[in-house]
């Protein structure tokens, strides 16, 4: 059974964990699309080095510019689990209920 919000029975419910998730997710995607980005200017493919190479530096480039997107989204988390959630676990996305428990 689908958990439910108290107040208008949605179940288009978010908890903290959950949001928290999102939102490192969605730091490390555009992390790497920013290293993909770059990679893909008129400079980048102007030296002749095998392409194994060039692969190489992207992947390492990519996951390098996604751990710094994800270290730099940990003060946004924090600011959401405070201003959003705020002392509760919970957040229904339709009406903005905020709460502890579920009903099941």
Sequence with gaps: MNPHCLIC?????LSQDNAKAVV???AVLN???REWQ???????GLNA???MVGMLK???GAVVSAA????ASDAFIQDMHTYQFGAFTYLCLRCGALFDALDP
């Design 9 to 13: 029975e949605s179940s288009a419910i």
């Design 24 to 26: 490192k997710l969605l």
């Design 31 to 33: 992390g790497l699309a």
């Design 38 to 44: 770059k990679s893909q200017s008129p400079a980048s």
């Design 49 to 51: 080095e095998e392409p």
């Design 58 to 60: 992207q992947v390492t």
């Design 68 to 71: 710094s997107a994800l270290r």
